[in-house]
C-alpha cells in the first residue's frame, strides 16, 4: 500500500512541475502536488528539448532553411516556459549591476535595466550561433542542454540558502521546505541520464563517435554546478530568479560546448 502512494506521489509531482515549469495545462487524468516537484525540473527540460527537437526535424522535413528552424526552435522553448527564466536572467544581472545596496530594488524592479537587456541580447546571439553550428545535431543538442540546465537549480537548492527579497511578502522557498538532499532529489536525473546515454553506447540513436557524445554529454555536469555556484556566490545565496538565470546561462554554455565538441 505504501509502496503504491511512493509511486503515486511521484506521479502527481511530476505532473506539479509540468504545471509550475511551463504554461500549458495540467494533466487530466492526474492530481497535482508541488511537494517536490524540484526534482523533476530535468525531466521537464528533457520533455521541452524533445519537443523543440521535433520542430527541428518535421521543419527540416519541408527543407525549411536552417536560419528560420533554428529561430522557431528556440521561441517554442522560451514561449513554453512563460519566459521565465528569462526573466531570470535579467533580474539577475540588472541586480548585479546595481550593486549590493540596491540589488533586491533592482530584481524587483518591473522595468529593464541597461545590462538586463544587454544580457538577454548576448544570451540569445550565442543561443543562436551555437545552434547554426551544430546543425543536424540540434535534434540531440537541444534535450541536452535543457536537461542540465534544469539540473543547476539542484545544485543551487542544495548547496545556497534561499534569499528572500526584502520588498516582496514571502514564507521562503517551496524547494528549500520539502528537499530531501541532493542525492535523493537527483535520482530521477540519474535515471534519465542512464537512459540517454544507453540510447547512444548500444547506437539506437545513428549518430558518429558514440563515445565522444556520451563523454561530452558527461562533462555537461560541470557547467550545471558550476555556474550556479559562482552566480550563488556573487548573489550570497539565490532566489527564484538566479535559478532562472542558472537554466539560461547553462544551457546556453553547453550548447556552445556541444557546438564546438559535436
Known sequence: MQKNLHKSRWHHDLAGAWVFYTILPKWSLSK???IRIARFAPIIG??????????WIGLNKFIWP???ITLIVLSFGYLITGGLHLDGLIDTTDGIAAGKERRFEAMRDSRIGAIGVQSLMIILMLQIAALLRLNNYIP????????WGRFSTLWAIEKFAYIKNPGIKSS?????KNWEGLIREAIPSAIVLIVICSLFLFKILEVNNHF??????LLCFLPSIVIPHLVG???KGHTGDSYGASVVLVETFILLFLSVVW
Open 32 to 34: 497535482t502536488s508541488f
Open 46 to 55: 528533457i520533455l521541452i528539448g524533445i519537443f523543440q527537437s521535433v520542430i
Open 66 to 68: 536552417k536560419e528560420s
Open 140 to 147: 540531440y543538442a537541444m534535450p541536452v542542454a535543457a536537461f
Open 172 to 176: 521562503g522557498s517551496l524547494h528549500h
Open 212 to 217: 565522444k557524445i556520451v563523454l561530452s554529454i
Open 233 to 235: 556566490k556573487t548573489l
